[in-house]
Every structure is written in structure tokens, then in C-alpha cells.
């Protein structure tokens, strides 16, 4: 039995409907799973009449525990559950093996040639980039992004029955529980970066290199795209298999497929994205939810900050003192520490100046250069009080803190924002 699984918020729904509608259009056979990165019930719409298991967080035992979903933002969420979701399927004795898609994926023609390709292997990765660019042009520059962000697109990635496949789950589900939370700076992106590593540590790991597979806006320059709805969509003059809108609600994959295609190949693309836009996104297509996302308040209502959660995952502390930071009721809790010692200790997050530092206290943010003033760079694991070599240990974070401000995953906070994951 061949699993299809995919991790999302509630809100794409629209997306994983039609991901799943294009897997039981080519493979009927094959069985669907949606994690739900949301709340109990959050998930609705065809995305759920499409899947044969459903998800929430709450139904992942080793993701429900609240301390560990607090210390993710939506998109850093979505993406943790993937390994976990993995080995659960694999722990299914009719199980053989499992197809992870992002919900932005779509199939376009049957798959059975990769299914051949993956026969005994024990994990399948496909590399962003299956061509060389030419030195100096588009191509060769997205090369340079594959060197920070991963050799791998995460957008596909298999994993197969047996002892070693079950060895790398294992190892990827246990990496990302543990130092999957990606701080600012350090370019692990939560799940895609450790698979860098797993031709190195496992056996019989298969890299796809069929371009009909993992076609997106960062390698449509390296190949030959065409055709339309009514003979199909061909690359380089294969059938097209899947296709990866990543970044379509945004309008950044088509400003990308415009700047990197040219001539017939962009006709052929542009139809694909127009097509795509009211697959995935109109109301009853199921999506995207309006619902607010579940992990995005305090039990009393107030909002999570990225602050909130870059301090609660930097201090062991913290986690030990507060094992369910998101309750805001009574006289102790997460949120009333930010609000107090939590204030003076990271003005630059909570708004409010160290004793003796002067100044009035500010309504928000100290200025960016106070904080480079008295940010120390350093790691963000320190002990909980006290000084380290004659310094603060909150001064250790100041470089996180500092990240945290200037970063553009910050946004990761804005329900509009989706993490990079090529």
C-alpha cells in the first residue's frame, strides 16, 4: 500500500484538496492523509472528503504536547509534523511505502516510473536543481539559494518499508522534536536541511532526477516546458508528473515563472498557474480557510509574538516552570512572566528598559541600535540567571534578538507568510 501524506494548516484546505483530487484522479489505489497543523476540528471542505485519515495535532502523539507546539510559528508547524506523520504511516503493517507532497503539489500524470525507480530503496529525495545553469545566468545564481536552504526539495520525499527506512525516519522524526525549531540565523528551516545529510547516513537512498518530477518556478530555466489541457504537459518531452506551486498565493511563483521562462514555455506555465488559482483557492475548492489559527492566542485572548516563542524555546527554564505556556489564567504563567521579568530582561521584545539604563519606558521596540548596543553574540542556551564569563545571560540572545527584528521569517507570524521550502 502506497500512502500519499501532506502537513497543513486548516486554511490549506483548498490545496490539499487539490493535491489529493489529483492523486485518486492517477492512482485510485493509493490512500491519503492530511495533517492538520490546526486544532481539533479545524480542518473542513473537500480537503477532508478527499483523505482517507485525518490528522490534527492533537491525534500526533508526539506533537500534542502544548510546550513543543508553542515554540513553532504556523509555517515552522506545519512543517515539523512531516517526519512524525512519516513514521506513523511506516508503524502500519500495510504500509509499503510513502510519498510526502507539500500541499502546494499537484499531479499531472501517473506516477508508476518513480514507484519502479524507488524499488528497494530506502529513502527518495529529489535535488532542487537536476541540471547545471550556465555560469552568470538565473539558473546558476538559484544554485547559490541550494547551498543555504537545502540540495533537497522537500516539496516530494519518499520513504520505504524495512529496517533502513524505518531507521531514517526515526532519526528525522527524532532531529526535529528535538532541534527542529529553526532559530533565526542558522538556516535549518525546521524540517529540509537534515536531509542533506541522509545520502551520507543511510543506504540505498535514491535521488530523482527525472525532470517530469519537482517542477517549480526556481528550475523551469533548465527545462523545456509545453503543451496545454488538451494534450497534456510535456518536459523535455516527457510527461509533466507533478508540478510545485510553491508561493502561488502570494503571486510570487508566477513573477518568478515571468522572469525565468520565456516564449512558449511561459504560455504553457502561465496557463498552468491561472488553472491552479481556481483549483486551489476558490471558496469551493475548500479553501483557504478564514478561521483564525489555533495556536495563534493566549488562553485570555492576547496574541503569541514571535518574541513570545523565540524566548520560551531559548530557556529551558522557562519550559520547565510553564509546560503549557499558552495559559494565561491565574497569578502564574508564560504570558504574566513576559510581561514582568520578561520586559526587563528583553526590552527589545516587551518593550520596557533595563533598571538602570535610563530613558523612560519605551511603548515598544527599543531602537535597533540600543539592541545592537547591548546584544552580545553567543548562542541562546544558556542557564537560566545569572552571569556567564561577567556578562548577563540574556545578552547571549541579543544576536537572536536582533535576527528576530531585521529577519523576514519573522513574518512566518502572519497568517499571509509561508516559510521557504523550495
Request: charged share 20%; with cysteine; glycine share 14%.
Amino acid at each position: 500500500m502506497i500512502w500519499v501524506c501532506t502537513s497543513s494548516p486548516a486554511e490549506g484546505a483548498g490545496q490539499v484538496g487539490a493535491l489529493f483530487t489529483s492523486v485518486r484522479r492517477f492512482h485510485p489505489e493509493w490512500k491519503c492523509c492530511w495533517a492538520v497543523a490546526d486544532g481539533p476540528g479545524a480542518a473542513a471542505g473537500r480537503a477532508v472528503a478527499a483523505a482517507d485519515l485525518v490528522l490534527p495535532v492533537a491525534d500526533i502523539p508526539a506533537a500534542r504536547a502544548r510546550s513543543w507546539i508553542f515554540q513553532h510559528a504556523r509555517a515552522q508547524l506545519t512543517d515539523a509534523l512531516v517526519p512524525l506523520v512519516l513514521r506513523m504511516l511506516l508503524d502500519r503493517p500495510t504500509c509499503d511505502l510513502v510519498f510526502f507532497c507539500e500541499p502546494d503539489v499537484v499531479l499531472f500524470s501517473p506516477l508508476d516510473d518513480l514507484v519502479r525507480a524507488l524499488d528497494g530503496a530506502s529513502v527518495g529525495l529529489l535535488p532542487r536543481h537536476a541540471e547545471p545553469g550556465v555560469a552568470g545566468d538565473a539558473a546558476a545564481a538559484d544554485e547559490l539559494s541550494g547551498l543555504r536552504d537545502g540540495l533537497y526539495n522537500v516539496g516530494f520525499a519518499a520513504v520505504g518499508q524495512g529496517a533502513e527506512g524505518r531507521r531514517f525516519a526515526e532519526w528525522w522524526a527524532a532531529r526535529v522534536l528535538r532541534d527542529g525549531r529553526p532559530e533565526l540565523g542558522d538556516d535549518r528551516w525546521t524540517d529540509q536541511r537534515w536531509l542533506d545529510l541522509a545520502p551520507g547516513l543511510f543506504d540505498r537512498v535514491a535521488i530523482i532526477r527525472s525532470p517530469r518530477y519537482g517542477v517549480g518556478s526556481w528550475n523551469v530555466a533548465t527545462r523545456r516546458i509545453g503543451g496545454d489541457w488538451r494534450g497534456g504537459f510535456q518536459v523535455n518531452g516527457e510527461p509533466l508528473g507533478f508540478y510545485h506551486f510553491h508561493e502561488f498565493a502570494g503571486g510570487a511563483h508566477r513573477a518568478a515563472v515571468e522572469r525565468r521562462a520565456g516564449g512558449a514555455e511561459a504560455g504553457a506555465l502561465l496557463g498552468l498557474l491561472d488553472w491552479y488559482k481556481g483549483a486551489s483557492l476558490a471558496p469551493e475548492a475548500g479553501g483557504p480557510g478564514t478561521a483564525e489559527w489555533a495556536f495563534q492566542r493566549f488562553s485570555n485572548g492576547v496574541p503569541v509574538t514571535a518574541g513570545h516563542r523565540l524566548v520560551y524555546r531559548s530557556r529551558p527554564d522557562l519550559r520547565a516552570a510553564y509546560p503549557d505556556p499558552f495559559a494565561a489564567d491565574g497569578p502564574s504563567s508564560f504570558l504574566r512572566w513576559c510581561e514582568g521579568d520578561g520586559a526587563i530582561e528583553y526590552p527589545e521584545l516587551f518593550g520596557r528598559e533595563r533598571p538602570g539604563e535610563g530613558g523612560a519606558a519605551p511603548h515598544g521596540p527599543a531602537p535597533a541600535d540600543a539592541a545592537a548596543a547591548r546584544g552580545v553574540p553567543g548562542d541562546a542556551s544558556g542557564p537560566a540567571s545569572g552571569a556567564a564569563g561577567g556578562r548577563p545571560w540574556w545578552s547571549r540572545v541579543g544576536s537572536a534578538v536582533q535576527a528576530l527584528r531585521g529577519s523576514d521569517r519573522a513574518a512566518a507570524e502572519d497568517p499571509a507568510q509561508h516559510a521557504v521550502r523550495w
